[in-house]
Structures are given as structure tokens and as C-alpha cells.
């Protein structure tokens, strides 16, 4: 048979209308693939919400289904992922960071084993990278960062470490360059900078340190702490931070 009649609108039609069903006698479900879609969009809500309950209490099962069909349909798989990553950086990006907290070791593990695998194209890359200005900037700072530390005594590098661990137990700090006042319980807002920069001969002592919030100390760069402290009170002044 090559024609087949719809049990929802009663209507023969060829076989390459209806979808597949393995379990049934014929192969083919009983509803027409136009009734189904009409079914579908009438009851998209309720049936999206039995899907991710049936999901979420066969987890193994689905995971298993999904496996399955990436198998089989891997230029679509490949294509959907794709689309779906650009359409969702901020919450790929939110799930990555709270899965490797959760896995450190793991993180560590997969780390290692991709710098063993691709080992000479990160030496490239490396060595490309610091031929550029930014590269070369950053080189030169790490260079004049290590000649500092090397002069410091034990005495100071001792002290600016306590120094570090008080500003960290406190509830709060106070931005040294616009006055803010943040968490320090809030992940990666608390920057510990140089008054003067290490490039333009500053010294690594703790009378050169500041505590600064991520936004300013990302925007200063090497700017003079007075230059940048004006810069930042005309543009608050005019609304613009």
C-alpha cells in the first residue's frame, strides 16, 4: 500500500505523509504530518513542558537518544551546535565558568592534555603574539615586573602579602581611582594595582600598591594615577561612567 488515511482527519494520503512509528505494524504513525504540526502549534506550551519532564526524570535515557541522533545526523548536529553556541556566548560562557570551579582537577587534567596535544602550534602562537605592539608591551612589563620582584627583600614581599590578605578578609573595599565602594565577596571586581606602573619605573612596594575595582584598573592601563583620577571625575561629572 502506498496511500494511507489519517485517523484525525480522515483524509487518504501517500505514505510519505506520515511519519515513521518502528513499533507500529505499518511503520507509520496514525496522524498525518499536517495534523500533527496543526496539533503541535495548538498545544506547543503544554507539550514543551511534558517533553523536558519526561527529559528530566529519564536524564540517562535522553542523553542516550541525543548520542544516538548526533551519530547519525553529524553535519546537522555540527551546523545546530554552531548557531546555537552564537546565539548563547553569555550563558555557554556562565555554564563553562560554574563547571570548572565545581571540577578544578578536571579542568587542570584537560588543560594538560591539550598542551601535550597541540604543543608547537602553541609556541606559534605564542611567539607570533609577542612579535605584535601589545605582545612586546606586555613582555617588557613581565621582564620589569621580575627585575622589581627579584630586588624586593622577603621582608617586603612578606608585607605586601598581609597587606593583601586584610584588604581581602574585609567586606568591602573602596576603589582608590573613583571612590566606589564593592563586595569583595563579588568574583574578579577586586584589582590590586600599581600607583605608578611597573613600566614607567615603578617600585614594588607596598607604599605603590592601591586597591582598584576591575573597571578602572582594566582602563588605566599605564596612565599616571593623577591623570587617570581627573579622567575619571570630568567623565562622572558629565554622566558618561
Known amino acids: ?20 512509528r518502528t513499533i507500529a505494524s505499518d511503520g507509520l504513525q496514525t496522524w498525518c504530518k499536517d495534523c500533527k504540526r496543526e496539533h503541535y502549534m495548538s498545544n506547543q506550551e503544554k507539550i514543551s513542558k511534558q517533553g523536558k519532564e519526561r527529559r528530566r526524570k529519564n536524564p540517562e535515557k535522553n542523553a542516550e537518544k541525543c548520542k544516538e541522533w548526533r551519530t547519525k545526523n553529524p553535519d546537522y548536529a555540527k551546523a545546530y551546535m554552531k548557531e546555537w553556541l552564537k546565539e548563547n556566548k553569555e550563558y555557554k560562557a556562565k555554564m563553562d565558568r560554574e563547571y570548572q570551579l565545581a571540577h578544578p582537577e578536571e579542568k587542570k587534567a584537560r588543560q594538560r592534555r591539550y598542551s601535550q596535544k597541540y604543543a608547537q602550534r602553541l609556541v606559534d602562537k605564542n611567539r607570533n603574539y609577542r612579535r605584535t605592539p601589545k605582545g612586546k608591551a606586555v613582555s617588557s612589563t613581565s621582564a ?72 578602572c584598573n582594566s582602563r588605566k592601563h599605564t596612565e599616571s594615577a593623577t591623570n587617570f583620577r581627573n579622567s575619571q571625575s570630568g567623565q562622572m561629572i558629565l554622566g558618561v561612567i
Open 1 to 20: 500500500m502506498d496511500n494511507k488515511t489519517c485517523t484525525k482527519c480522515k483524509i487518504t494520503k501517500p505514505n510519505s505523509e506520515f511519519g515513521k
Open 144 to 215: 620589569h615586573r621580575r627585575r622589581v620582584n627579584g630586588k624586593n627583600t622577603p621582608e617586603e614581599q612578606s608585607k605586601i602579602s598581609k597587606w593583601m590578605m586584610r584588604i581581602l578578609a574585609k567586606p568591602t573595599f573602596k576603589c582608590y581611582y573613583c571612590e566606589g565602594t564593592f563586595s569583595t565577596r563579588t568574583k574578579f571586581i577586586l584589582h590590586f594595582d600599581h600607583i605608578v606602573a611597573l613600566n614607567k619605573e615603578g617600585r614594588n612596594v607596598i607604599e605603590n600598591y592601591c586597591v582598584a575595582c576591575r573597571s
